[in-house]
């Protein structure tokens, strides 16, 4: 089955500086790959998602990239702002596989302000 | 906006008790997933629905676990009996087709003691 890895599993950064978080996937069938925001106690919600046939995707402060070859794709945060502090999760779903969404497993973002 | 409604938010059970979560999907939704989010980690599928059908359940514990979707709208997770190392956050999430993406209900922070 599919396999996500994510890193890093906790990322710091000051107010204003850029944050990468990083995800690669093993099944060379998955098309769809969402980006999940999780604040503390409440649930996963949608900030970005890309498919596979397209290779960036931006939307305000925040973009994904994605490198079908190298079965990795990245989630790019800019001006971070304290209340993008939370944990993020990566997905990566194959259409092949009932369309099941396997997930990393999270990294925390601490924007200091 | 519509969303996913999930109840108890939180439920105690002590191990070898019978233990029911319940969702309801956003109306329209033919794609319904139960997912268990152990503290620190992704979420993990235990059952996807389509509609009144189980398309994939391949990592629910049987043995305890049961899923059901009756008229293919609300759902209910049960656990019977509950064991320690069930205590997580059981989420429920839907989706229009299996190629949309996911919404996430609020979850139930399950404790066994």
């Known amino acids: 089955g599919e396999n996500v890895e994510q890193h890093p599993s906790t990322l710091s950064v000051q107010e204003g500086d850029s944050a990468v978080i990083k995800c690669t996937y093993s099944d060379s069938a998955s098309n769809y790959f969402p980006w999940y925001k999780q604040e503390l106690g409440k649930r996963p919600q949608l900030i970005i998602d890309?498919?596979?046939?397209?290779g960036e995707k931006k939307d305000q402060r925040i973009a994904v990239t994605l490198n079908k070859t190298a079965k990795h794709f990245s989630l790019h945060i800019t001006e971070t702002q304290p209340e993008d502090s939370a944990v993020y999760f990566c997905?990566?779903?194959?259409?092949?596989?009932?369309?099941?969404?396997?997930f990393g497993d999270g990294t925390t973002l601490t924007v200091k302000p | 906006e519509a969303e996913v409604a999930q109840s108890p938010r939180y439920k105690i059970t002590e191990k070898s008790q019978a233990v029911a979560f319940w969702c309801d999907p956003i109306?329209?939704?033919?794609?319904l997933y139960w997912y268990r989010q152990i503290l620190g980690q992704g979420p993990e599928l235990l059952v996807q629905?389509?509609?009144?059908?189980?398309?994939?359940d391949s990592q629910l514990p049987k043995d305890r676990f049961s899923a059901e979707r009756l008229k293919g709208v609300d759902s209910t997770l049960k656990i019977q009996p509950a064991e320690l190392g069930d205590s997580a956050m059981y989420l429920c999430?839907?989706?229009?087709?299996?190629?949309?993406?996911?919404?996430f209900g609020n979850g139930t922070r399950l404790t066994v003691t």
């Open positions: 999430a839907s989706s229009q087709s299996t190629e949309s993406a996911l919404h």
């Open positions: 629905f389509q509609d009144e059908s189980v398309v994939d």
């Open positions: 109306s329209g939704h033919a794609t």
């Open positions: 997905a990566a779903r194959s259409n092949t596989n009932a369309g099941k969404s396997t």
């Open positions: 890309i498919r596979s046939n397209v």
